[in-house]
């Protein structure tokens, strides 16, 4: 019996009808680009000091001093959550006491802002924590509407690809664009912190559910050759071009509820693509439903001007076409023996990390010295040339060195941010972007480091539970940024710390370039993740990899 790809070769590989779905579905995924990462303008946290009241009796020295001072990157600023005792200050002013002169502000007794705060409109004019005052004993909220938004991404990661197996791709891609256009529109009116955080949980899950389906589609409707190119420079360019819109739109409307809006409104320029984008034939035949698949396949060969065969399906191939009877796994079967388990474990620290360390340098970018746009910008242009890097060093290079070497790159500049002096600025922000390009490069080859590895029984399972792990790295990612609050260095020390840890950890994996997909369990137990520590340890090749050696594997893979 022919398989999909055999029955449609006749259609090309890159005609009218592909670069259209390549397109279109890569376009799709733009306004991910911009919800994912609006977090970093709606939640943005300006310069701020107590309030004192307009109807204190101070004189004007009084005024200037009601703040007390405090060190931060080696000068002193006004303390963001600490002003002097308005009582006592106003009572120094009644006797005409100078600050300072008179009285030893050391002395004076100090209290919390009572009355509010004074927030910077330098940055930004309005963002959900001037509205809604998240700082001081309430910061912990800002942090939190970052992790709950990938909470989201965590839930819809669980749904999506049930729901698309069940109600069809189209439908639900089309159903989870508007979940995360609706619902990005419904925060626009949100009236206080928890109702604008339980509708971001929402758009989380739909922003995810939308990119997986999109990916899905795309993977079913091109061809071989086609399909890698948009699963890493397609649908990754795509997103980093959305990002790179963000800081363009937020620049631009620095309101927060206005920002929203403006961000929601290119969602609606999706809704035309219903009428050009189709249903995965691949899902139509898998439910039966040849004649919609059929319809399908001869409008592309019209649109690339092809003759279509006398049929498609033969009845034989029809008959024949029944679920396959396949061993049932479990996800405990990813830990079965001593050997997958440790793999497994392994991939599941290096997503988890590599996660932690995208995330939080993207959401930092606007505490980096400079202007907070154009940092932003610049966050997200590295990515185009490293997911370009990533292609091509994945047709050429052994997975683990390559992704080893571009975790060290990364988390190496990170760890030379804390020697850069604080007057450096440009060269600190330059190490920033070196860091991100090279934990960005590690991010994009993991699917396919970790499908190549894993038997075809449970490759979906371990993408699926590794890719759960990445979920919970950026669920953690947004404290990493906090810990910047207390040390400009110390979210650096930490994510540079992690990343070449698991630089090291990727050595240790085995090799997949140039070997034949593993089918079952046991062919994947025949390779060993403890070679490198036997070469260490014994000065020779163990007996598995001096085999593979003497009996190379045949690439299969289109990298």
């Known amino acids: ?130 509205e809604w005052n998240l700082v001081c004993e309430e910061d912990w909220k800002t942090p939190l509407t970052s992790s709950l938004f990938f909470v989201g991404v965590l839930l819809g990661s669980f749904v999506s690809g049930q729901l698309s197996d069940r109600f069809g791709r189209k439908s639900i891609l089309f159903a989870t664009m508007a979940v995360q256009t609706g619902f990005s529109f419904l925060q626009i009116f949100s009236v206080n912190w928890e109702m604008f955080t339980v509708l971001f949980v929402i758009v989380g899950m739909g922003q995810i559910s939308n990119y997986v389906v999109a990916f899905i589609l795309g993977t079913e409707i091109l061809g071989k050759s086609v ?30 509820r206005m920002l929203l809006l403006a961000l929601t409104v290119p969602g609606l320029l999706c809704v035309p693509l219903w009428w050009f984008i189709p249903e995965s034939p691949r899902w139509l035949i898998s439910q039966k439903r040849f004649k919609e698949a059929e319809d399908i396949i001869h409008k592309a060969a019209k649109m690339n001007n092809v003759a279509v065969p006398g049929v498609l399906f033969e009845s034989v191939e029809l008959q024949e076409l029944k679920p396959l009877k396949q061993q049932k796994v479990f996800i405990l079967d990813l830990f079965r023996t001593r050997n997958i388990a440790t793999i497994t474990i392994m991939f599941l620290l290096l997503w988890m990390l590599t996660s932690v360390g995208y995330f939080a340098l993207s959401l930092n970018s606007p505490n980096l010295h400079g202007d907070a746009y154009l940092n932003c910008f610049l966050s997200a242009l590295i990515e185009v040339p490293a997911y370009i890097t990533a292609w091509l060093l994945l047709r050429t290079l052994p997975r683990r060195y390559i992704i080893a070497g571009v975790l060290f790159l990364g988390g190496g500049v990170l760890l030379l941010i804390q020697l850069v002096p604080a007057d450096y600025r440009l060269l600190s922000i330059g190490l920033v972007m070196l860091g991100k390009f090279g934990i960005t490069s590690a991010f994009s080859m993991l699917y396919v480091f970790t499908a190549e590895l894993y038997p075809t029984l449970v490759r979906n399972m371990a993408v699926g539970l590794t890719s759960m792990a990445s979920r919970v790295g950026s669920i953690i990612a947004p404290y990493f940024v906090y810990l910047g609050a207390y040390n400009r260095v110390l979210p650096y020390i930490l994510m540079g710390s992690l990343t070449v840890l698991i630089g090291i950890i990727t050595l240790f994996f085995p090799e997949s370039f140039g070997m034949t997909l593993p089918e079952t369990l046991e062919e994947m137990q025949k390779v060993k993740c403890t070679d490198l520590i036997f070469r260490f340890r014994f000065g020779k090749k163990t007996r598995d990899s001096m085999d593979n050696e003497e009996n190379p594997k045949v690439l299969i893979t289109s990298f």
């Open 1 to 130: 019996m022919r398989d999909y790809d055999e029955v449609t070769a006749f259609l090309g590989e890159w005609g009218p009808f592909q670069r259209l779905i390549f397109f279109l579905l890569s376009a799709s995924i733009i306004p991910n680009g911009f919800n994912g990462m609006s977090v970093v303008f709606l939640a943005g946290t300006p310069e701020h000091r107590c309030r004192v009241p307009d109807t204190a009796n101070l004189s004007s020295a009084w005024r200037n001093h009601s703040v007390p001072l405090r060190l931060q990157d080696g000068r002193e600023v006004p303390h963001s959550c600490r002003r002097y005792r308005l009582a006592a200050i106003a009572n120094f002013s009644a006797l005409g006491l100078e600050p300072g002169r008179d009285i030893d502000l050391e002395q004076v007794e100090q209290e919390s802002c009572l009355d509010g705060w004074e927030f910077s409109q330098d940055v930004y004019l309005s963002t959900i924590v001037t």
């Open 227 to 256: 399909r890698i190119i948009f699963s890493t420079l397609g649908v990754c360019t795509f997103f980093a071009v959305g990002y790179m819109l963000l800081p363009l739109f937020a620049y631009f409307i620095r309101d927060w």
